[in-house]
């Protein structure tokens, strides 16, 4: 089945406490982007790659890292997380690197920083 | 620089009643416009999305949108609400010199019984 997943699903934790939330797709996509929403802002998005090796800052990249070393994985990484970064993160894939094309969403990870 | 307004956060109707979920955008060169929804504990997933042609796209569930270059609009219908429908929906917008996708706040649809 072509899909996008994200682990953990839940994760609650507490300031400082390095953590990694994987993505993952099975459709070859070039394009991947992380995104957090938060309520009455919509989604905003953290970062994102055009393909292998190749990621760009999104709106608001400050607290995030991330990393493609292959086409299928796109990882989260927060260093020091705060609690200011208690939010709903999406990983998104797109078969290709132009606007027209609809992006595939993972389910969800929902954060909390204690 | 785009922009994307959802009038209204919240939306209630009753049960077999007209949706309407308003959307505007800002952009000074043709754009590509995309409904997606996300119903409760799940991501998103597209409804539809106008690139280029017939202004009146269809999407899936019975949603369909009008792309209106003069109201710089793509308001979201769809004839008889049913209470699956009910579910947050985004519209979001990109243009060929910018590769991400600008995202209205969103539109919580509430169906009454």
């Known amino acids: 089945e072509a899909q996008v997943t994200q682990n953990p699903r839940y994760l609650i934790t507490v300031t400082g406490k390095k953590l990694t939330v994987t993505c993952s797709q099975n459709m070859n996509h070039e394009y991947m982007s992380w995104y957090r929403q938060d309520p009455g802002l919509g989604l905003r998005q953290i970062y994102y790659?055009?393909?292998?090796?190749?990621?760009d800052k999104g709106d608001v990249p400050e607290g995030y890292k991330v990393s493609r070393k292959e086409k299928r994985n796109f990882p989260l990484i927060l260093e020091s997380p705060s609690p200011n970064q208690t939010s709903l993160y999406f990983c998104?894939?797109?078969?290709?690197?132009?606007?027209?094309?609809?992006?595939?969403f993972g389910p969800g990870t929902r954060l909390t920083v204690t | 620089a785009q922009s994307v307004t959802q009038l209204g956060s919240h939306v209630s109707v009753s049960e077999g009643a007209l949706v309407l979920l308003r959307c505007n955008y800002s952009?000074?060169?043709?754009?590509?416009l995309f409904w997606y929804v996300q119903y409760p504990n799940q991501g998103l997933q597209l409804l539809l999305k106008?690139?280029?042609?017939a202004t009146l796209v269809k999407g899936i569930n019975g949603f369909e949108a009008e792309f209106k270059k003069s109201e710089t609009s793509f308001h979201l219908t769809k004839p008889s609400a049913h209470m699956s429908d009910a579910a947050e929906y985004f519209c979001?917008?990109?243009?060929?010199?910018?590769?991400?996708?600008?995202w209205g706040a969103g539109t919580k649809l509430i169906i009454k019984p």
């Open positions: 952009s000074s060169v043709p754009p590509y």
């Open positions: 790659s055009m393909n292998v090796e190749v990621t």
């Open positions: 106008y690139t280029t042609g």
């Open positions: 998104a894939s797109s078969p290709r690197t132009v606007p027209s094309y609809e992006q595939y």
């Open positions: 979001a917008v990109s243009e060929d010199s910018n590769y991400q996708l600008i």
